[in-house]
């Protein structure tokens, strides 16, 4: 039997579809590396230096901590879960923390189960001393639960392991004084995640309170249901120079592979120093921040191209055979 081309329109549009499955991550992500750069927000939260929400942005003492997700809320990701971030600060280093599964005014004396709040160590993310935590319903047999003396005040490191029922937050609970009813309520400072891990393990419930400056700033302190987490920013020369407005104005990035130094410019390339310095310019001029993730995938969508044009020669010998045929063989999902 003759064969007939038109009757096999399908096999060239089985080609193009298979082209275009291979293909478009190559294309696709050469387009994200042209236009890569670092976003300066997420939602309504500024970010900036250390902190990257785009990979090889910011410092990689940071690398992977936040996140923003879809819905457009910033989340920090530590070893117990992810919290969304309320805000952050720069000039005083802290970002403000909430954490869902913590006792809150409308539970009550209703006490739900929830689970200790904790930092990688590894991290320059540090736990505020600024923090107070109080504990619900604790276990007077495993729990000292008793008011704290005055001494206390003057000398604290005598009084560790107290949790204080006299605390002022537990008689002036912000935002609702009188929630609790008849359950009891302390005041402790666990030095560690394993100490706070032990205190729920014999107490109801816990929440988190810090002390925000007010407006009569800075004897003015407000208490706040949330978790202050402090955070170290890494001065270096090159990044100095990077941001130096005089010298292009870039942002301080890195190699998202080695994880060394990069300055990331508005013209789309990425130098070892400053962005006026076009004797430094790397081999990153078109890999912005995110060509250590993208290097793998593009490599791959090289390969399925080549994996394609040697399926389109396969098949084109018994094209005739197969044309119109719907069958487990040229099935393509």
Known sequence: MAYNPSSC???HHSFCLLFIIFSFPYFFLTKAQAAGHCRTSCGTIPISYPFGIDDGCGSPYYRHILVCSDSGFLELRTPSGRYQVRSISYSDPHMIVTDPFMWSCQDGHHFRATRPFSLDTSTHLTLSSQNDYLFFNCSEERVIVQP?????ERFPDRCDSTCDSASYLCRHLPGCATALGG?????YLPKATESLRLMLKYCASY???YWRTGVNAPDDQVPEYGIRVDFDIPVTTDCLQCQDMKKGGGSCGFDTQSQSFLCLCNQRSNVTTYCNDHSSTTSHSKAGVIAG?????SAAGAIGIGAGLWYWKKV????PVTCGVQSNENRLF
């Open 9 to 11: 329109s399908c096999f």
């Open 148 to 152: 704290k003396p005055i001494f206390c």
């Open 183 to 187: 359950s009891s309520c302390c005041s």
């Open 207 to 209: 929440a988190s309170i």
């Open 293 to 297: 993730t993208v290097t793998g995938v």
């Open 316 to 319: 084109r010998a018994t094209a």
